[in-house]
């Protein structure tokens, strides 16, 4: 049971109630008065967004000056209660010209009934699309006078099939010259290093950009090589796999454009893509990472007055891919007073704000490359006694082009469409730091 609502009410700051709808019969109507005696005449507003006040449970938000309250009286579903709630007022605003508030309320209380209506049922939620709801709910909000120009945006040309059918997120009868699909996949790396270069933690977070440009209907298919995938395949057709390095994808969620069905029974992701720029999937992966980098710092202090800081970064991918915009930040003392460097490649400098050395590489080379920063630090020197100081890790910053380092990879995308037409696809990779850090 994803959520069932026995009522919903907009209440202003003061708790007057703007607009209410009653789905259910388990709650009585004056439910409204428990919140407002317990909850918002006790400034517990802010402690936390779910309270249970006898047999109801009260999920509220805040948007703008406007309270939203969820009543329901069953073990329901608050992360879904509070999605619905979210795409309800993205919803309003589309109406109202990008404005929610009391006001906006208050003008267009008629259509907001009818809305209500349509988007949840029996107080479970329907459909929240605006591009589809302002297909048969036509009526026009009225706008603030400060709100946003309405975009200009054509209607699908079936609105039965996306009402009933299951491609809400794309509208028939598109047609480009040129047919061509874009695909990214981006990772962050989280990283937690010792100082003699043992990782302590690490995970990667990934996700798969697309930007599709395709005429009609189409129908993709997915091929990565994460070991699940590879091994449906090879039961299939009946023969071992060869694909090379396989990979476990851990933590994965996909577009809602993705068929879940297919993609439990075969492994392959298959779907109907929006059009235009969408976000696939993410996922998370914690065995058998690429490090891109490794880093091995040495700080020694000399008395009271001065450091030296050794900080070597060895590149750990392919000789023919490189790093762009890589900085390494190597904390020190917040009473130093300057710093000679000494550097293999790049721009280091002492940055006061940030209390650390900041080591610029515009372009690292791969292939097993070493670059080395020195630094000969001083320090200000004072009678009074100071703390003992606890140095914070080190942190880089990077992105390595065509590189993952959870090894994930294309195998192959395939566009099927049946008026056949021809398609171009490109495919990147990038990897970025994420959490980045090497103890010192």
């Not at 879940?260 to 779907?271: A, D, G, M």
């Not at 630094?375 to 020197?381: D, K, Q, R, T």
């Not at 880089?396 to 395939?414: D, I, N, Y």
Request: hydrophobic content about 40%.
């Amino acid at each position: 049971m994803p959520v069932a609502a026995s009522a919903i009410y907009f209440l202003n700051l003061r708790g007057d109630v703007l607009i209410n709808r009653l789905y259910r019969d388990d709650v009585g109507g004056n439910m409204v008065d428990a919140f407002r005696t317990h909850i918002m005449q006790t400034k517990d507003l802010g402690t936390c967004p779910v309270r249970q006040i006898g047999g109801c449970s009260f999920l509220y938000m805040r948007i703008s000056n406007v309270y939203i309250v969820t009543v329901v009286s069953s073990n329901a579903n608050a992360a879904c209660a509070f999605k619905f709630v979210v795409e309800a007022v993205a919803l309003f605003k589309s109406y109202f010209g990008g404005a929610f508030d009391e006001d906006a309320i208050r003008n267009n209380f008629v259509l907001i009934y009818e809305l209500l209506d349509e988007i949840m049922d029996f107080g479970y939620p329907q459909n929240l699309s605006p591009e589809i709801l302002k297909l048969y709910i036509t009526q026009e909000g009225v706008r603030s006078p400060f709100s946003t120009k309405p975009q200009d945006m054509r209607p699908p040309a079936n609105a039965t099939l996306q009402v009933t059918g299951a491609v809400g997120w794309r509208r028939e009868g598109l047609v480009y010259k040129k047919n061509e699909v874009f695909l990214d996949i981006v990772e962050s790396v989280n990283l937690l290093m010792s100082q003699k270069g043992n990782t302590l933690r690490c995970d990667v977070t990934g996700k798969i950009l697309m930007k599709c440009f395709l005429s009609g209907m189409p129908d993709l298919k997915l091929g990565l090589n994460d070991k699940i995938g590879l091994e449906k395949e090879a039961q299939a057709k009946a023969r071992p796999s060869r694909s090379g390095k396989t990979i476990e994808l851990d933590d994965v969620t996909f577009h809602q454009c993705v068929n879940l069905t297919r993609f439990n029974t075969e492994k392959t992701v298959s779907f109907v893509p929006p059009d235009g720029e969408f976000e696939l999937m993410k996922y998370r992966i914690t065995e058998g990472i690429n490090l891109p980098f490794r880093v091995l710092p040495s700080i020694k202090e000399l008395g009271r007055t001065r450091m030296e800081v050794n900080v070597k970064v060895k590149s750990l991918f392919g000789a023919k891919m490189f790093a762009l915009g890589v900085v390494v930040k190597v904390p020190v003392p917040k009473h130093t007073a300057k710093a000679n460097f000494q550097v293999t490649a790049g721009r280091a400098k002492y940055n006061a704000a940030l209390d650390c050395l900041v080591w610029k590489v515009r372009k690292f080379p791969g292939g097993q490359t070493e670059l080395t920063m020195s630094a000969e630090v001083e320090l200000i020197s004072t009678m009074v006694e100071k703390k003992s100081w606890t140095r914070p890790p080190i942190q880089m910053e990077f992105q390595v082009p065509m590189f993952t380092a959870s090894g994930l990879r294309v195998r192959f995308l395939k566009v099927w469409e049946k008026s056949g037409y021809s398609t171009v696809e490109w495919v990147r990779y990038i990897t970025r730091a994420g959490s980045y850090e090497i103890r010192c």
